[in-house]
């Protein structure tokens, strides 16, 4: 039996993956996968501002690709953005506010789709949330979360074409946020009659000290079946 702590690693199949984009990029990415089940749903991890050292190993993304494959069968794809680098490396590339990001994405897609990963969400963070509303609204997915959604490269438009779909669209909002708080959070996506706003109490935008309140928000939307909160004990 393991207690599960900050830096526990549950089993999973993780294999480092290359994303290529349509402009001839190469990005670095993982995926977990769950050890021995089939993955029952699909998360891609869209990551913070990383001129602001957002990455794929942001705290809430690396715990997530540690634990969620062994206590909810959830596949976990994570990547480097164009110019973004963390301990798996550096993409080619350079940043582009968001922009020619949206290549990035398509990729990661195109790459679920090629691997046949069923129930695919994209689960953005910060400035992940604006590449979700900015260019996942159009793909195969299943709805998206969002944590901590700034709207800062988003605008009005990309709510109205999340609007003119059924996919759900959950937004952990932080109380103490730095750019968004729940009220005008709430007044923002009002637009979106399916979007739903979860507010974190105390929480602020790095959502620090609150790993097991997200991990259980995201498993509850993309996999309902799986019984949360999740664990804090691990059996093999």
């Not at 069923?118 to 590449?131: A, I």
């Amino acid at each position: 039996m393991t207690e599960i702590r900050g830096n526990t690693v549950l089993p999973a199949r993780r294999e480092p993956i290359t994303l290529t984009t349509a402009d001839g990029l190469r990005l670095v990415g993982e995926l977990a996968l769950p050890a021995e089940a089939a993955p029952r749903a699909t998360v891609i991890c869209l990551h913070p501002l990383p001129t602001h050292g957002g990455m794929m190993d942001s705290h809430l993304y690396r715990k997530a690709a540690n634990r969620l494959p062994a206590l909810a069968d959830i596949a976990v794809l994570r990547f480097n953005t164009r110019g973004t680098a963390s301990d798996a490396g550096r993409s080619e590339g350079t940043f582009d506010n968001g922009d020619a990001e949206r290549l990035d994405v398509a990729s990661a897609l195109d790459f679920a789709k090629a691997r046949n990963l069923p129930d695919v969400w994209l689960v953005g963070w910060s400035f992940g949330t604006d590449l979700a509303l900015r260019h996942g609204c159009p793909s195969d997915v299943e709805g998206a979360v969002l944590i901590s959604p700034p709207l800062r490269f988003s605008g009005p438009e990309d709510l109205t074409a999340w609007a003119g779909t059924d996919k759900p669209l959950v937004c952990l909002v932080p109380e103490f946020d730095d750019y968004l708080r729940p009220a005008a959070a709430r007044e923002r996506f009002a637009v979106i009659p399916q979007a739903r706003i979860q507010e974190f109490a105390g929480a602020k935008h790095l959502f620090v000290g609150y790993t097991e309140a997200v991990l259980d928000a995201i498993v509850a939307t993309v996999a309902p079946a799986v019984p949360v909160p999740l664990p804090t004990v691990f059996t093999a």
